[in-house]
C-alpha cells in the first residue's frame, strides 16, 4: 500500500437524496479498511460526518481540521483527532500536506473551492498528487462537461483535464486507481512555494 492518507472533500449538508449519506458512510469506511487514514474537514454534520463515522466504524484513523470560527457552526466531531488552524485558507493547505491524494465527493461551494484550487495547483506543478472525483448520482457530469469545455475551448490543457480520475460508483475500483496513480507518480519540483510535503 502506498497511500496512507487520504484527503476527502465534500457537503456541509447531507443533500436532499438519503443517498449521499449512505454513500459518503460508505467511503469512509472503505478507506478506513484500505488501511488508509481519512483527512476532512473536521464537522460533525453533514456528509463529513458520515465520511468520519463510516471510518471511525471501521477502526480507522480520522483527522478533522478546522479554523476556530467554524467550531461552533460545523460542530467539531469529538471523536476524530483535530487539527485547530487560524483561517481558512491554512484550513485547506493542512489537509493538503497531510495527505497523499485526494477524493471529491458531491458538495457545495466550499467543496467546490476546494476542488478548484488544489486542481489549479496541480496545473501549476505546486504538487503532483492525484484527485479523484467520486460521481455518484452523476453529481458532477455538468462540471465534467464544463472541463471538456475548457480545453476544447483552449483555456484549459487538456492533458491537465485527463489526470483527473473520476469513478462513478465503486469505491474500491477508485481507491485502486489511485493506489496505481500515486505508486507511479513522479513528485514535483521546484515549484513549492506554499510549503506543500510529499508529492
Not at 1 to 11: L, N, T
Not at 16 to 24: I, K, L, Q, T, V
Amino acid at each position: 500500500m502506498v497511500i496512507k492518507s487520504i484527503a476527502v472533500f465534500c457537503g456541509a449538508s447531507s443533500g436532499h437524496n438519503s443517498g449521499y449519506e449512505a454513500m459518503a458512510y460508505s467511503v469512509g469506511k472503505a478507506i478506513a479498511e484500505a488501511g488508509m487514514e481519512v483527512v476532512y474537514g473536521a464537522a460533525n454534520v453533514g456528509l463529513m460526518a458520515a465520511v468520519a463515522n463510516g471510518a471511525l466504524s471501521a477502526g480507522g484513523k480520522v483527522t478533522g481540521v478546522i479554523p476556530h470560527f467554524l467550531m461552533e457552526r460545523e460542530l467539531l466531531h469529538t471523536a476524530i483527532t483535530p487539527v485547530i488552524t487560524d483561517t481558512m485558507h491554512d484550513r485547506k493547505l493542512q489537509m493538503y500536506s497531510l495527505s497523499d491524494c485526494f477524493i471529491v465527493l458531491p458538495g457545495g461551494l466550499g467543496t467546490l473551492d476546494e476542488l478548484f484550487e488544489i486542481f489549479t495547483w496541480y496545473q501549476l506543478g505546486i504538487h503532483r498528487k492525484p484527485i479523484a472525483l467520486f460521481n455518484y448520482n452523476n453529481y458532477y457530469d455538468h462540471l465534467l462537461r464544463h472541463f471538456s469545455t475548457l480545453a476544447t475551448e483552449g483555456f484549459t490543457d487538456s492533458a491537465i483535464i485527463d489526470n483527473l480520475i473520476v469513478e462513478n460508483s465503486d469505491i474500491n475500483i477508485l481507491l485502486a486507481r489511485l493506489e496505481e496513480r500515486v505508486a507511479n507518480t513522479i513528485p514535483a519540483t521546484g515549484n513549492d512555494i506554499y510549503g506543500f510535503s510529499s508529492l
